[in-house]
T-cell receptor, first 114, second 117 residues
Framework: DVKVTQSSRYLVKRTGEKVFLECVQDMDHENMFWYRQDPGLGLRLIYFSYDVKMKEKGDIPEGYSVSREKKERFSLILESASTNQTSMYLC?????????????FGPGTRLLVL | AQKITQTQPGMFVQEKEAVTLDCTYDTSDPSYGLFWYKQPSSGEMIFLIYQGSYDQQNATEGRYSLNFQKARKSANLVISASQLGDSAMYFCAMREGGASGTYKYIFGTGTRLKVLA
């Protein structure tokens, strides 16, 4: 079974703090993604990575950065957390080959920034 | 412009009846994939069904089927014989291919389905 794990299910941080959200997948997938999910807006892509040390901006990268030093791990960094970054963060991975391959999601991290 | 549109923010269906969740998409890429996911209140995203742009037949997975109308750019999810456990948020998504095997997935805003006993 494919497994995508995220470091925390719930996180509470203060405005201005640096926040790290970690994601690990165990299926040797090339592609990894970070989304945020907000009511009425669906899932919006923040960043994705298709290889180690490679990253591409998604639709809403402002205020975020990412790191992929190893194939299995993709980190999302909030350099200086703000209240408008309170959200559900979902990590996903997918292989490159295979047209039918879906993304596999982690359980999500609910981040509250006070 | 919205690439994936789900026009129904919420829907009700009676238990054991069928329900259709709408999804329209917009792409100029001839090769793309369409996915439906279910998200229960626990938050996990569960893959339901996939339709490829070149697939001739509509996809089916158990009680789920995808009504794929390519000319109309629609990919509606049909759930037959609804069960109480089908109550959840449903997302339509499209994968667009990129160079060097990169893919991007674009999601709709979701439809919240409530099955009534």
């Amino acid at each position: 079974d494919v497994k995508v794990t995220q470091s925390s299910r719930y996180l509470v941080k203060r405005t201005g703090e640096k926040v790290f959200l970690e994601c690990v997948q165990d299926m040797d997938h090339e592609n990894m993604f970070w989304y945020r999910q907000d009511p009425g807006l669906g899932l919006r892509l923040i960043y994705f990575s298709y290889d180690v040390k490679m990253k591409e901006k998604g639709d809403i990268p402002e205020g975020y950065s990412v790191s992929r030093e190893k194939k299995e791990r993709f980190s999302l960094i909030l350099e200086s957390a703000s209240t408008n970054q309170t959200s559900m963060y979902l990590c996903a991975s997918s292989p490159t080959t295979g047209n039918k391959e879906t993304q596999y999601f982690g359980p999500g991290t609910r981040l509250l920034v006070l | 412009a919205q690439k994936i549109t789900q026009t129904q923010p919420g829907m009700f269906v009676q238990e054991k009846e069928a329900v259709t969740l709408d999804c329209t998409y917009d792409t100029s890429d001839p090769s793309y994939g369409l996915f439906w996911y279910k998200q229960p209140s626990s938050g996990e995203m569960i893959f339901l069904i996939y339709q490829g742009s070149y697939d001739q037949q509509n996809a089916t997975e158990g009680r789920y089927s995808l009504n794929f109308q390519k000319a109309r750019k629609s990919a509606n999810l049909v759930i037959s014989a609804s069960q109480l456990g089908d109550s959840a948020m449903y997302f339509c998504a499209m994968r667009e291919g990129g160079a060097s095997g990169t893919y991007k997935y674009i999601f709709g805003t979701g439809t919240r389905l409530k099955v009534l006993a």
